[in-house]
């Protein structure tokens, strides 16, 4: 994908960006509708209009960032905090860590 320019990377990922929210109906949404009228109006420009298409691009770059971040969010989120309350041994072994022991042979009781 590396030889695609980037305006066209930009436009696939917002595409699979839709469908990941939407699912197979993504097509039928404003969203989609929206995304499509505004490459089309700004795919070929003339001189003067250049720097609206460069801040275009922008702009679509920034959205393509708001929805992976937002998507990303929601599964750390659902993966950390998703199974409600969890015991304190667990909660030290989803960093990577252990609870010392007591002397005696007894672990932290909770």
């Not at 699979?16 to 699912?23: A, C, Y």
């Not at 860590?97 to 042979?105: D, I, K, N, T, V």
Request: hydrophobic share 35%; proline share 3%; with cysteine.
């Amino acid at each position: 994908m590396s030889g695609l320019s980037p305006s066209l990377r930009v436009f696939r990922g917002l595409l699979k960006e839709l469908r990941e929210i939407h699912g197979t109906t993504y097509k039928n949404t404003l969203a989609y509708n929206y995304v499509i009228d505004q490459f089309r109006k700004n795919g070929v420009t003339g001189e003067r209009q250049c720097r609206a298409r460069q801040e275009a691009l922008h702009l679509s770059q920034a959205y393509l960032c708001l929805l992976r971040s937002t998507r990303e969010h929601l599964a750390l989120h659902k993966l950390y905090h998703g199974k409600g309350d969890r015991g304190l041994a667990e909660m030290a072994s989803l960093v990577g860590l252990r609870l010392p022991s007591q002397p005696g042979g007894k672990g932290w009781e909770e």
